[in-house]
Nanobody, 117 residues
């Protein structure tokens, strides 16, 4: 079975930083586009950042300049560095792996990020 395991979530004060990591040991990692999504209570899940198998990146407007997505194909991991965190960044963050335009699509269980004083 495909397993995506997120880590790094927690409670942080506004202006602080967190680094999320997603491990995907069971897939041919370099063949997948990877992404981070988040969902706040009562809201729809939204794309935060993605990185293609070729290394191209895309970010939600709300996080541009603050978040950075990266991947390490040798370690089968994708990370999301989050700086200057705001309360509106609060939510459950999910790791996503996609191949062949969504023919193969997998999700992690999520990790909770809470930004609060």
């Amino acid at each position: 079975q495909v397993q995506l395991v997120e880590s790094g979530g927690g409670l942080v004060q506004p202006g602080g930083s967190l680094r999320l990591s997603c491990a995907a040991p069971s897939i041919t990692f370099s063949s997948y586009d990877m992404g981070w999504y988040r969902q706040a209570p009562g809201k729809q899940r939204e794309l935060v950042a993605k990185i293609t198998r070729g290394g191209s990146t895309n970010y939600a407007d709300s996080v541009k300049g603050r978040f950075t997505i990266s991947r390490d194909n040798a370690k089968n991991t994708v990370a999301l560095q989050m700086n200057s965190l705001k309360p509106e960044d609060t939510g459950v963050y999910y790791c996503n792996a996609e191949r062949l335009g969504g023919v193969w699509n997998y999700w992690g269980k999520g990790t909770l990020v809470t930004v609060s004083s």
